[in-house]
């Protein structure tokens, strides 16, 4: 708590009859030339000057922020509250749960270990669309959710009892964000501190990437690995340096027929160009009061997508509006406008704050997009959506096959003619393409159904279409707009594609509600979007299996199927295992997908099918005008909505309420329990610190290219049988259709481990040369224990080092660990025994993950790779210089010898380099010489 006010900032603010304390940072020279995320940074830090870790120097120097220098600052940032989802907050309840006993054992009381900032999970992460298309599909998978999950949910039910100040959002209520800015978010925040009411601006830390969406609010925020967030729970700040901030000046309006979506895909397009990692952004400008709050959130929501820490807002009048809307109470509402008036967050419009870097977007130039096949930032014009499939297509498909543009395959009913051969429909639909359209990789394959109907499926058969995603399921201009697009399309006769499933997953009860109110909810259904559940499924790869016979003819056929998702994740390998390729798309888009049936469609030429009068109809004939959906959005969402939705938003069903749970302040853990175990950081944990060392003798585990991203490293999705982590569920009794997901076993580290690598798309390079130089795909490695070096899973190799006592080592090439923040791949890469990581370059949160769990983060030259210094994998490696930290000092670089070794080839040299030490900030070091965070918080709470 402050307890040193430098600046004399510490004041009083009246709001009605209520008095807040509150800390002015105009008392600090230099704030009024601050973009706003930096006002709040400050004042941040003159609430919490301490002389120590937040000294009067931090505060000067971010009041005299040089826009332009390279960051260097370390400062010291306390969020007021943390935000969960349940993946990766079970984890973080675990380990607060194993310190309760690890303090008990080193002589101190279990109860001290609690949230001393207020944390808030909601349970969203495990719902699958199992069944999908039906109207008992949402209660039939949360039945199953539930089932699946029990053990986890008696768990978290007993933490909200346990802990203090952490309040659980029970399943099957909403997304985390959309909840977040729905509900939880306050703004400025009030709380009693020392017997006086203080307010302050709201800032949260979560473990999600996307907590960046609460930046449309304008509340300062982002993703941190479930490590840095349990350290924010139990009252560590976030180390940070002052980062570059890049003004984004919107002007112009969005024009008829442009989406939110289109909007943040160009923006994401545009910032991952202009290259943000690291920095935050902030829109300003006269344009960002035309931009209403859902689309604000969306732009926000998608920051991890550009790659910067955060995208902020400012406060206005239509962040007012907003809470009005939602729910929140006059008092909350006046004391937002005057505290942000007071401080000089309020957004003026007419004066230019001073930005590291400007960058300009005219929204009225904005055009319909969709991206991918397999990144966010892959945009494409929705014009050349499928010349563009095309050119993809042949990364996925062999060309080998007959050459035919196979525009739509359409489904005939057993009881009709058996349709055209693929050749004949070829030229059946030769009038609606250029005589230069392009060939197709193709692969006709004929379907049967269950019920004996039949039809084509083709490389880009859309087998997945997915309403999904807090990015846009929180936004009711797209909502609206695809449920006025499914009723005009029903209203011409047209029908999905039977091969596509469709699935429908609102991020709050409210998207529900007005559904039901325009009767928009019947026009979904009438397309087969029935909801299937409201948590975070499809972007996460929760998607459940495509209808049986695609996914056995995918299979069987080597098909590259596509889905469309209103997402912001299109990873490979993320969505579905059977699907190759990915694309986000606004959820008008994701019912027209369903409707044409494949990515090789061209929307302006291909006709979605005919109406009664057989008369082609296209997407233009079916696109809703915003006005259309302006007037449902006033006569069909109110306040009364949320404030109902939100009045027992803690209490959950009767599911919840009638689960058995433990009490006590410690937890019983259930011995044989596959989902929560205890914890094995603290094992053997003494008060003392254990000196760092040098590393020698160390194998490589893995070689790997650039944009590796915690996707690859981190488990996540489906647990497949045969695999490491398969067979120890196996061994403990579970059944195969019961394995569930990575994710739902987060609390369980045996799991864990055993899936950390194991992407069935990692491309560990070193493989290849016991594959004849082919490149393979998956978890392996070569197990230098045996002899020759042969091909293993990764997780079988390690215990073999392990059981030697041989360290590990990664070799790594750019922006190693991008994608979101995954605790568990950096926990899972120290429980496999690597101790350093080499890359060419890190992403931010991965790179002190990995120090919070006691791995170091190294740098290659600038300028070299492993590949440039001629490295294979083969190598011993030693790593001198590490000591230097038992002084107190970190070195800037250490000293890399990697020596051949009986697997090398024959003459190949030693090499040695000077490796840049990643360990950027003090309070780093600490953790790093405690081991990890965990054990440093543990030591000082004792």
């Not at 939602?326 to 001073?354: C, I």
């Not at 990789?441 to 039809?455: F, I, L, M, N, Q």
């Not at 209203?491 to 039901?516: A, H, I």
């Not at 224990?785 to 090439?813: H, K, R, W």
Request: hydrophobic share 35%.
């Amino acid at each position: 708590m402050s307890s040193v006010d430098s600046f004399g900032a510490k004041s009083t603010l009246t709001v009605g009859s209520t008095d807040y304390e509150i800390f002015r940072i105009d008392t600090v020279p230099g704030y009024d030339k601050l973009p706003f995320s930096l006002k709040v940074l400050l004042e941040n830090l003159l609430r919490t000057e301490d002389g120590a870790n937040v000294t009067k120097e931090q505060i000067e120097a971010l009041g005299s922020w040089d826009p332009t220098a390279e960051p260097d600052t370390e400062i010291q940032f306390t969020p007021a509250r943390v935000v969960m989802q349940d993946f990766t907050g079970v984890p973080c309840i675990v380990d607060l749960a194993t310190m309760r006993e690890a303090v008990t054992a080193l002589g101190g009381d279990p109860n001290k270990i609690n949230p001393l900032s207020p944390a808030e999970m909601v349970i969203d992460h495990s719902v699958i669309a199992d069944l999908f298309g039906s109207e008992n599909a949402l209660e039939r998978n949360v039945e199953i959710e539930y089932q699946r999950n029990g053990e986890r949910y008696q768990f978290l039910r007993w933490g909200q009892t346990a802990f203090d100040d952490f309040k659980v959002v029970p399943p099957g209520t909403g997304i985390v964000h959309q909840v977040n800015i729905e509900h939880l978010a306050k703004v400025i925040y009030d709380r009693e501190v020392g017997g006086a009411l203080r307010a302050y601006p709201d800032t949260c830390v979560g473990t999600d990437s996307h907590t960046t969406m609460v930046n449309g609010l304008g509340v300062l925020g982002w993703g941190v690995g479930g490590i840095e967030a349990e350290a924010a729970m139990l009252g560590q700040p976030v180390s940070m340096l002052i980062p570059r901030v890049v003004g984004f000046k919107l002007t112009g309006e969005i024009p008829a027929g442009v989406t939110a979506t289109d909007v943040v895909l160009t923006i994401t397009d545009m910032l991952r160009k202009h290259g943000v990692v690291g920095k935050f952004v902030e829109f300003y400008g006269a344009g960002v009061g035309s931009v209403p709050l859902a689309n604000r959130a969306t732009i926000g929501n998608m920051s991890p997508e550009f790659g910067s820490t955060a995208a902020m807002f400012p406060i206005d009048d239509v962040t007012l509006e907003y809470l009005r809307l939602t729910g929140r109470d006059e008092q909350a509402v006046a004391l937002v406008e005057e505290y942000a008036k007071l401080q000089s967050l309020w957004h003026d419009p007419s004066t230019e704050p001073v930005y590291s870097e400007y960058m300009e977007l005219d929204l009225s130039t904005v055009v319909p997009s969709i991206a991918g096949p397999k990144r966010p930032q892959d945009r494409i014009l929705l014009a050349d959506a499928k010349t563009q499939f095309n050119a993809d297509l042949t990364n996925y498909a062999d060309e080998d096959h007959d050459l035919v543009d196979l525009t739509i395959s359409e489904s005939f009913p057993a009881s009709d003619p058996p349709g055209l051969t693929p050749e004949d429909e070829h030229s059946h639909h030769e009038h609606h393409h250029h005589s230069h359209a392009p060939t197709t990789v193709s692969k006709p394959t004929p379907v049967k159904t269950a019920d004996g109907a039949s039809y084509t499926l083709n490389h880009g058969s859309v087998a997945l279409a997915a309403i999904t995603s807090c990015t846009n399921t929180s936004n009711p201009s797209v909502m609206i707009a695809a449920g006025l697009l499914a009723k005009k399309a029903l209203d011409k006769g047209l029908k999905t594609k039977p091969w596509v499933k469709t699935t429908l997953g609102p991020g709050s009860k409210v998207v529900t509600d007005y559904y039901e109110k325009s009767g928009l909810d019947k026009a979904l259904e009438g397309l087969g979007f029935f909801t299937v559940g409201y948590g975070c499924t499809i972007c996460i790869g929760n998607s459940g299996p495509l209808i049986e016979e695609v996914s056995t003819a995918v299979n069987a056929n080597d098909l590259a199927v596509t889905a469309v998702l209103s997402g912001n994740r299109n990873f490979e390998g993320r969505i579905s295992p059977d699907v190759k390729m990915n694309y986000l798309a606004s959820p008008p888009l994701v019912v027209a997908y369903a409707l044409a049936g494949s990515m090789n469609f061209d929307f302006e030429t291909d006709p979605l099918g005919t109406d009664a009068d057989g008369n082609d109809v296209f997407l233009k004939d079916v696109w809703p005008g915003p006005d259309e959906v302006q007037e449902i959005i006033d006569s069909s969402i109110s306040r009364e909505q949320f404030i109902k939705q939100y009045a027992t938003v803690f209490e959950g069903d009767e599911r919840w309420k009638t689960l058995p749970t433990p009490t006590g302040p410690v937890f019983e853990w259930d011995v044989d329990s596959t989902y929560v175990r205890k914890a094995p950081y603290f094992d053997g944990m003494s008060m003392e610190l254990t000196p760092v060392s040098d590393i020698s003798g160390a194998r490589v585990m893995a070689t790997l290219g650039d944009s590796v991203t915690t996707d690859h490293i981190s488990p996540a999705g489906n647990i497949k049988p045969g695999t490491p982590a398969a067979q120890y569920l196996t061994e403990h009794g579970v059944e195969r259709k019961d394995f569930n997901s990575y994710g739902s076993r987060r609390g369980n580290h045996e799991v864990m481990i055993r899936g950390t690598f194991a992407n069935i798309r990692l491309k560990n390079l070193m493989v290849s040369a016991v594959n004849d130089g082919q490149v393979v795909e998956g978890g392996y490695t070569r197990d230098f224990t045996q002899p020759g070096g042969p091909q293993s899973y990764i997780y079988d190799a390690c215990m073999n080092y392990a059981a030697e006592g041989t360290s590990l080592v990664v070799f790594g090439g750019k922006e190693y660990g991008s994608g979101s923040s995954r605790d568990w791949a950096a926990k899972g890469t120290s429980l496999l025994g690597v101790k350093a990581v080499i890359t060419e370059s890190f992403e931010r949160i991965h790179r002190s993950n990995l120090i919070g769990m006691g791995v170091v983060p190294l740098q290659f030259p600038a300028g070299e790779s492993w590949e440039s210094l001629g490295l294979d994998g083969t190598e011993i490696v030693s790593i001198a210089g590490l000591e230097q930290l038992n002084e107190g000092v970190t070195p800037k670089t250490v000293r890399v010898t990697a020596a051949p070794s009986e697997f090398s080839r024959e003459g190949k040299p030693t090499v040695e380099f000077d490796a840049v030490v990643r360990i950027d900030t003090p309070g780093e070091a600490d953790y790093y010489r405690n081991g990890g965070i965990l054990q440093y918080v543990l030591r000082s709470l004792v």
